[in-house]
């Protein structure tokens, strides 16, 4: 059994820093790319970034492209969130995601929900205005 439990989540004022976390667990634990999801209330659950393992290559969606980034380590099970100058518009439950995804191996800078299979049950990220 996979578990993904993410930390790091919290109330920051705009402008500020958090740092995210993920684990996995589970020795069937493979992946060919983890990556980080938001959800806002009201709305619907966003990409937010990724990293392939292999070449270790990084994928951001433009709302927090030059704000945001992602790190990890693949023999650690491990991934990070780097999140910089915080704006009330990143307000949302956060979510770390394992991928097995052969499609998102091949084309990882297209990546869509579905590629997705192993999920974090979300910390919730606030900033303040």
């Known amino acids: 059994q996979v578990q993904l439990v993410e930390s790091g989540g919290g109330l920051v004022q705009a402008g500020g820093s958090l740092r995210l976390s993920c684990a996995a667990s589970?020795?069937?634990?493979?992946?060919?790319?983890m990556g980080w999801f938001r959800q806002a209330p009201g709305k619907e659950r966003e990409f937010i970034a990724h990293?392939?393992?292999?070449?270790?290559?990084?994928y951001y969606a433009d709302s927090v492209k030059g704000r945001f980034a992602i790190s990890g380590d693949n023999a650690k099970k491990a991934v990070y969130l780097q999140m910089n100058s915080l704006k009330p518009e990143d307000t949302a439950v956060y979510y770390c995601?394992?991928?097995?995804?052969?499609?998102?191996?091949?084309?990882?800078?297209?990546?869509?929900?579905?590629?997705?299979?192993?999920w974090g049950q979300g910390t919730q990220v606030t900033v303040s205005s």
């Open positions: 589970g020795r069937t634990f493979s992946s060919v790319a």
């Open positions: 990293i392939a393992w292999s070449g270790g290559s990084t």
């Open positions: 995601a394992g991928s097995s995804s052969i499609r998102l191996y091949h084309f990882p800078a297209n990546p869509r929900e579905y590629d997705f299979d192993s």
